[in-house]
Structure formats: structure tokens, C-alpha cells
């Protein structure tokens, strides 16, 4: 990476170099429960990792099923009927997988999977 080049280039000068970091990938590393030791057969891309991680948590799957009862047409759901503030807007169903979305997950995962990434970051800056 530039990067390096820019921090040999200052060492050579006699300057010192900083590099800030937005996070060390510990969190992702942390999600494949790896541990001092442990034999891997290539290098874990917490880059990834974090990627797959934000695709699992964040691509919607959940759909409000309307033709079932809930607490907004009567029901009675105690997670349903809970609002944090008056204003909030109540589902008019309960939540259920939807097989479409589930489906375009896993296909967004795999493509994630597949894509040439990176390994940690950090290993790049040592090396």
C-alpha cells in the first residue's frame, strides 16, 4: 500500500511516522472465534469478514405478514404493542421470514464471499 512507501520514505528522512487506524478488524477476527494457534489453511480477510458481517445484520429479510393478527388490529403481541415513543409506527403484522429475501441474501453473501479482498490490514503494514 502507499501508505508504506509514504512511512519508509519518512523514516529514510529522519522523520517519524503515525498511521491512525479506524479500527484493527479485533471485532471480526473476534466473530470467527479464532484464537492464538489456531491453524488456518490461507489468510482470514477481516476486511471479509466485517463485509459479510454488515450484509448479515443489515439486509432485510423480515416482512410484516398484514393478513395475521397483531397488536395493531388487536391483538395482543407484547413486542408488537411496545412503542419506545408515542410517535413510533406499529406494524400492522407480525414479521416472518420472506423466502425472496432470504434467497437474495445468501446470493449477496456468496458474491461477498467470492470477491478479492484483502487480508487484515494490519498484516499489510507489517509485512
Same mark, same amino acid.
Given at each position: 500500500? !502507499? $501508505? $508504506?512507501?509514504? %512511512?519508509? *520514505?519518512? #523514516?529514510?528522512?529522519?522523520? %517519524?511516522?503515525?498511521?491512525? #487506524?479506524?479500527?484493527?478488524?479485533? /471485532?471480526?477476527? &473476534?466473530? #470467527?472465534?479464532? !484464537?492464538?494457534? =489456531?491453524?488456518?489453511?490461507?489468510? $482470514?480477510?477481516?476486511?471479509?469478514? =466485517?463485509?459479510?458481517?454488515?450484509?448479515?445484520?443489515? +439486509?432485510?429479510?423480515?416482512?410484516?405478514?398484514?393478513?395475521?393478527?397483531? /397488536?395493531?388490529?388487536?391483538?395482543?403481541?407484547?413486542? #408488537?404493542? !411496545?412503542?419506545?415513543?408515542?410517535?413510533?409506527?406499529?406494524?400492522?403484522?407480525?414479521? *416472518?421470514?420472506?423466502?425472496? %429475501?432470504?434467497? &437474495? *441474501?445468501?446470493?449477496?453473501?456468496?458474491? &461477498?464471499?467470492?470477491?478479492?479482498?484483502?487480508?487484515? +490490514?494490519?498484516d499489510e503494514l507489517i509485512d
Amino acid at each position: 500500500p !502507499s $501508505v $508504506v512507501e509514504q %512511512c519508509r *520514505r519518512a #523514516l529514510r528522512e529522519g522523520k %517519524c511516522a503515525v498511521i491512525g #487506524l479506524q479500527t484493527t478488524g479485533e /471485532a471480526a477476527e &473476534a466473530s #470467527l472465534e479464532m !484464537s492464538p494457534g =489456531m491453524r488456518v489453511d490461507a489468510f $482470514v480477510s477481516t476486511t471479509r469478514e =466485517m463485509l459479510l458481517g454488515f450484509i448479515r445484520t443489515h +439486509f432485510p429479510v423480515y416482512i410484516e405478514d398484514v393478513a395475521a393478527p397483531s /397488536a395493531a388490529n388487536g391483538a395482543s403481541d407484547p413486542l #408488537l404493542s !411496545s412503542t419506545s415513543n408515542p410517535g413510533d409506527i406499529k406494524p400492522l403484522g407480525p414479521l *416472518r421470514e420472506h423466502p425472496d %429475501c432470504v434467497e &437474495a *441474501r445468501r446470493i449477496l453473501l456468496e458474491q &461477498a464471499a467470492r470477491l478479492d479482498l484483502p487480508p487484515n +490490514f494490519l498484516d499489510e503494514l507489517i509485512d
